[in-house]
């Protein structure tokens, strides 16, 4: 493990797996206005409808790290326009602390983001999805599983020590 | 005569506190050993590896294990233990969850043999000479363990039967779980012997503690006089009861200082950080970005404080392995 883990072979047909959390007030309605609007943005993302931002527990976003996403998008209303008075704000403490635990385990910066994008933005919505799998695109992937360790010379002991 | 159940315990990378909480049982660990034949704990009785091996599998009652898994050996006898072990029990927050010693996993081993054996101003190494798993030395072989990268709970190399938790274990729990275990009316698998609620609910203050919490930043045990009776989040210490099991008996409440979330999370929380993590950016009051991250200032250890003991059962497990720089 000492040294850089090559970028895997696959990465050539590789794409980023993003897993975006919406809020059903706002980000959700961006998406669906730019869907409606006919925009062109990438389609990396998996979206998860929440009812707020502030739903959204720090534990999704690891688990979907974990699970093999390369990076995770949530989007929410911006500040003053909480469907809940201020889900958004609570996601926002949610997001800052997770992102300070997140940078000390070595996820880089830009694989997690939180974006203020109202219903009307879907030209930002489509703006941000860009540019994060551009990001990720030049990151490569997460590669979080833990990798099994083998002694070869543990094998060998069994002659030495008969 | 030996027809008592056996029982066995061993540790692994551990500090010593889980045999020492064992010990104290005291007057208890007589009934304990009346009820049970102990064969095989290294740090009490000699018996050897060979004589663990000699046993016939599923003949010791229940093997109890404490200390995470760092090495080739741990593994080995944690798999030996679980051949020979009707039921195998991790013992203690580090078989159960990592522990202490998982916060090495934000290293790696590179990076831990160099700062120990290299690097630390009070060792003395001139020919930097690192552990290996075989050293040829006038013509004989010195052989050591292999040290891996990524300490693991007992659970992330074989399987476990049930959990005591605890750094280390209280003989109240100790004694209700082998308890149970004696009574033959066994919980299902993966069980930890402890109550299913937190330690908030369990919690001698729970009644100060206010409905909404509002805080403007943490404080640090030694930064503020801390009231006895007064719920300690809401003095804004960083107390980890929210999110950890009960059963301990409150003992770091009791002793006025914060629980630091030994026991791991209940059954329905996936990380213990993670679900710590959210209730407490919840609590600050601040509502802008920068009075955010002043707030959050005041945390200056987030892993240490939120994985303390179960960085290597988290979802994440370990710092990310491709970038960690030595």
């Given at each position: 493990m000492s040294e850089p883990m090559a970028v895997p072979q696959e990465a050539e047909g590789w794409e980023p797996r993003i897993v975006a959390f919406f809020c059903n007030w706002c980000t959700y309605l961006a998406a669906d206005l730019a869907g409606t609007s006919r925009m062109k943005y990438a389609p990396n993302a998996r979206v998860i409808r929440v009812m707020c931002s502030g739903r959204i527990d720090p534990q999704f976003v690891m688990q979907a790290l974990a699970g093999g996403a390369d990076g995770v998008l949530i989007g929410g209303c911006h500040f003053g326009d909480c469907h809940y008075q201020s889900g958004n704000h609570k996601a926002a403490r949610r997001f800052r602390l997770l992102k300070r635990v997140l940078l000390d385990m070595g996820i880089e910066e830009e694989r997690i983001r939180l974006e203020w994008i109202s219903a009307a933005e879907a030209d930002k919505l489509r703006d941000v999805m860009t540019e994060m799998v551009e990001q990720l695109q030049a990151l490569?992937?997460?590669?979080l599983e833990v990798p099994n360790e083998e002694f070869s010379e543990v094998g060998e002991l069994a002659e030495v020590t008969a | 005569m030996s027809e008592k159940p056996k029982v066995a315990f061993y540790w692994c990378s551990s500090c010593g506190g889980c045999e020492e909480a064992v010990v104290d049982l005291a007057e208890q660990i007589l009934d304990v050993v009346a009820a049970v034949d102990i064969v095989f704990w290294p740090v009490a009785l000699d018996f050897k590896k060979a004589d663990v091996e000699a046993m016939e599998d599923g003949s010791i009652l229940a093997a109890f294990v404490n200390g995470a898994i760092r090495t080739t050996e741990q593994e080995e006898m944690a798999h030996l233990l679980r051949r020979k072990a009707k039921v195998l029990v991790a013992f203690g927050s580090c078989a159960h969850m990592g522990g202490i010693p998982a916060l090495g996993n934000l290293w790696d081993r590179d990076a831990i043999f160099k700062a120990v054996y290299?690097?630390?101003?009070s060792t003395e190494n001139p020919e930097g000479t690192l552990p290996s798993v075989k050293t040829r030395l006038n013509g004989q072989y010195l052989t050591l363990p292999g040290f891996y990268d990524t300490v693991r709970a007992l659970d992330q190399v074989t399987t476990v039967d049930y959990y005591i938790p605890g750094c280390a274990p209280t003989p109240n729990v100790i004694a209700d779980a082998v308890q149970t275990l004696l009574s033959g009316d066994l919980p299902p698998?993966?069980?930890?012997?402890?109550?299913?609620?937190?330690?908030c609910e369990d919690c001698p203050r729970l009644e100060s503690k206010p409905q909404d919490l509002s805080l403007e930043s943490f404080k640090r045990p030694h930064e503020v006089l801390i009231d006895e009776e007064t719920c300690l989040l809401a003095q804004g210490l960083l107390c980890m009861g929210p999110a950890t099991r009960a059963g301990c008996g409150s003992l770091c409440i009791n002793g006025n200082m914060p629980c630091t979330g030994c026991f791991g999370p209940t059954s329905k929380v996936h990380d213990q950080g993670g679900k710590y993590l959210s209730a407490i950016a919840s609590m600050l009051?601040?509502?802008e970005d920068d009075d955010i991250d002043a707030a959050l200032d005041s945390i200056p250890d987030p892993i240490g404080t939120f994985y303390r003991y179960g960085l290597a059962s988290s979802l994440l497990r370990r710092r990310k392995t491709t970038s960690v720089d030595a």
């Open positions: 490569g992937p997460l590669q | 290299l690097e630390n101003p698998v993966g069980t930890v012997l402890t109550p299913d609620i937190s330690l009051s601040a509502l």
